[in-house]
């Protein structure tokens, strides 16, 4: 954890390491802890289908989830001193699902959706810079 999160005002130096360090874990979370089988299963448009009805299975919400929780996690830590800490890692698993599951349905882009990660990571940084999480 970042020692200096526990201060009233963060600096524009610290600000820079937190997101920083914000960047890096989501690098770990999306890229290096993301198997293969995540990567394709928390797609509905391409997980096996049921063979019951032939809709696709549902395991791609525990997929797509657990993903998630792993980019939550990554931000709790980093963050884990704040007082809202939780709050922002609770925010980041319900964002980071909406951003994923869009990009899973084909309306966006991998850049566009790696651009929403960072851009929510820098407004996470904004509030505790300007002191509205801490």
Known sequence: MLHFLGQSQLSLGNAFVVFFALAIGHAFADFAWQSEFMAVNKNRNLVPKDTDDGKPSSMWLHV?????LVHAGTVWVV????????AVALFEFGIHWIIDYVKC???????VDQSLHYACKA????????GLLY
Do not use: I, P, Q
């Not at 797509?64 to 998630?68: E, I, R, T, V």
């Not at 349905?105 to 850049?111: A, K």
């Not at 407004?123 to 810079?129: D, I, L, N, Q, S």
């Open 105 to 111: 349905e084909g309306r966006t882009s991998f850049n």
């Open 64 to 68: 797509l989830s657990a993903h998630c």
């Open 79 to 86: 963050l884990g001193s704040l007082k809202f800490a939780w």
């Open 123 to 130: 407004a996470y940084v904004a509030g505790v810079f300007f």
